[in-house]
């Protein structure tokens, strides 16, 4: 119960922060899981989810949840965004520490063309 606690409150502080501090710029959020990694660039103007991605693709086969997958669903996400005609977001980890598979997601997603 203590941990669920911490994780909520790092979770609004970087959240809170990032929306005061993103100079209207468009929210890439990431959330991962125990099975499956999902992003989405999220417009809080208006609140739409303009491009989204994850591991859970329907009619294909499930990819794990490791750093490799997370590699995939960056590269996913950046195309969705260029495609859409968005090029720069502010990265929301959301309350998870910005390592392994949430860093492996960041860095294909700039290697694929967003910029934060």
């Known amino acids: 119960m203590a941990k669920l606690s911490l994780f909520a409150r790092r979770r609004r502080r970087v959240r809170t922060s990032i929306k005061a501090n993103s100079g209207g710029r468009l929210r890439l959020s990431v959330h ?3 099975r499956h ?6 417009d809080d103007a208006h609140g739409r989810t303009l491009a989204a991605s994850s591991t859970l693709v329907k009619g294909e ?3 794990g949840p490791n750093v490799d997958a997370a590699v995939k669903v960056g590269k996913d996400i ?3 965004a260029l495609a859409a005609g968005i090029t720069a977001v502010v990265f929301d980890r959301g309350g998870f520490l910005f390592h ?7 860095d294909a997603a700039r ?6």
């Open 32 to 34: 991962r899981s125990g």
């Open 37 to 42: 990694i999902y992003a989405q660039i999220i």
């Open 61 to 63: 086969k499930s990819i």
């Open 78 to 80: 950046a195309e969705k």
């Open 100 to 106: 392994g598979r949430v860093k492996a997601l960041a």
């Open 111 to 116: 290697e694929g063309g967003l910029e934060f």
